[in-house]
């Protein structure tokens, strides 16, 4: 570290960083858990917690943790540079680190609660050693990852005092900028692709600003519409994966309900966390800023 970046501001990077960090490791041990154990068949079918309320629990959360993680890992890559992370930065990053382990944490609860109520005991068969054997390193990996987010939001504490402000840069400003980043990077090497990916970031962020589709003059409407769209798109997966019943009429049925229970989930997800993970900054509360 060189003298110019012994500052709080680098030591609150490099905590925020290395506990980013050992998240991406346990989330990415929680993939392949939930992978493993709920979509092979033959794996599943020896699974304790394949079946509610077990099962609810890790569907929920293997929703839930590749969304948070992808908005946190941009956020991350954006400020990977030579500058330390801005507050703003830090305590998003720190909070979408809290909000994917914590549901990293229910699913590993949960898993052991199906061990020892011996949930499916019948079936434990001969992928039940492997299970068990991801369910802990899972579980080891958060518990180690969980210890480092503690002590960085501890140190940073001071660095993040001041709140949050309504015109702080969101998860769309993130992505835009990490895009204009990668394709300036990229024009060295290829440069027909960096300065596509330049001028698409540009042009996308001009589009943000004066299309009457902006998400940001109405987040509840982009809400409701991407909640829509997600439940259609996720039961209509599930209905090819599954099947469907033979009568139409139950096939609509179980259509519906699917589709509501994830697009009530993205409501409730948005409502919950949107603003706490700065995930899209309302445009009517920037016009109530006072001024400086």
């Given at each position: 570290?060189?003298?110019?970046?012994?500052?709080?501001?680098?030591?609150?990077?490099?905590?925020?960083?290395?506990?980013?960090?050992?998240?991406?490791?346990?989330?990415?041990?929680?993939?392949?858990?939930?992978?493993?154990?709920?979509?092979?068949?033959?794996?599943?079918?020896?699974?304790?917690?394949?079946?509610?309320?077990?099962?609810?629990?890790?569907?929920?959360?293997?929703?839930?943790?590749?969304?948070?993680?992808?908005?946190?890992?941009?956020?991350?890559?954006?400020?990977?540079?030579?500058?330390?992370?801005?507050?703003?930065?830090?305590?998003?990053?720190?909070?979408?680190?809290?909000?994917?382990?914590?549901?990293?944490?229910?699913?590993?609860?949960?898993?052991?609660?199906?061990?020892?109520e011996r949930a499916r005991a019948e079936t434990w068969g001969p992928w039940f050693g492997a299970l068990v054997g991801l369910l802990v390193l899972t579980g080891v990996l958060a518990v180690l990852a969980t210890g480092l987010l503690v002590?960085?939001?501890?140190?940073?504490?001071?660095?993040?005092?001041?709140?949050?402000?309504?015109?702080?840069?969101?998860?769309?400003?993130?992505?835009?900028?990490?895009?204009?980043?990668?394709?300036?990077?990229?024009?060295?090497?290829?440069?027909?692709?960096?300065?596509?990916?330049?001028?698409?970031?540009?042009?996308?962020?001009?589009?943000?600003?004066?299309?009457?589709?902006?998400?940001?003059?109405?987040?509840?409407?982009?809400?409701?519409?991407?909640?829509?769209?997600?439940?259609?798109?996720?039961?209509?997966?599930?209905?090819?994966?599954?099947?469907?019943?033979?009568?139409?009429?139950?096939?609509?049925?179980?259509?519906?309900l699917y589709a509501g229970i994830l697009a009530s989930g993205v409501v409730i997800g948005y409502v919950s966390l949107g603003r706490y993970l700065g995930l899209i900054r309302h445009e009517q509360d920037e016009a109530h800023i006072p001024?400086?």
């Amino acid at each position: 570290m060189t003298p110019a970046q012994n500052g709080p501001e680098w030591e609150a990077t490099r905590l925020t960083r290395l506990a980013a960090n050992a998240a991406a490791l346990a989330i990415v041990f929680f993939l392949v858990l939930f992978v493993f154990s709920a979509e092979i068949p033959n794996v599943r079918a020896h699974s304790p917690w394949a079946e509610d309320p077990y099962d609810a629990v890790v569907s929920f959360a293997a929703l839930l943790v590749p969304l948070v993680a992808a908005v946190t890992f941009v956020r991350c890559q954006r400020w990977r540079g030579t500058q330390p992370m801005p507050p703003r930065a830090v305590r998003y990053v720190l909070r979408g680190v809290a909000v994917a382990l914590a549901a990293v944490a229910a699913t590993v609860a949960a898993d052991t609660a199906a061990l020892a109520e011996r949930a499916r005991a019948e079936t434990w068969g001969p992928w039940f050693g492997a299970l068990v054997g991801l369910l802990v390193l899972t579980g080891v990996l958060a518990v180690l990852a969980t210890g480092l987010l503690v002590h960085a939001w501890r140190y940073s504490t001071q660095y993040l005092a001041g709140g949050t402000s309504p015109g702080e840069d969101d998860a769309l400003d993130d992505a835009l900028a990490l895009l204009a980043d990668v394709g300036t990077v990229l024009r060295g090497r290829l440069p027909h692709l960096g300065s596509v990916l330049v001028s698409g970031a540009h042009r996308s962020a001009q589009a943000l600003e004066t299309s009457p589709l902006n998400p940001r003059r109405h987040p509840w409407m982009f809400c409701f519409a991407v909640a829509l769209l997600s439940g259609m798109v996720f039961s209509s997966w599930h209905s090819i994966v599954e099947g469907v019943p033979p009568e139409p009429l139950l096939a609509l049925q179980a259509w519906l309900l699917y589709a509501g229970i994830l697009a009530s989930g993205v409501v409730i997800g948005y409502v919950s966390l949107g603003r706490y993970l700065g995930l899209i900054r309302h445009e009517q509360d920037e016009a109530h800023i006072p001024p400086r």
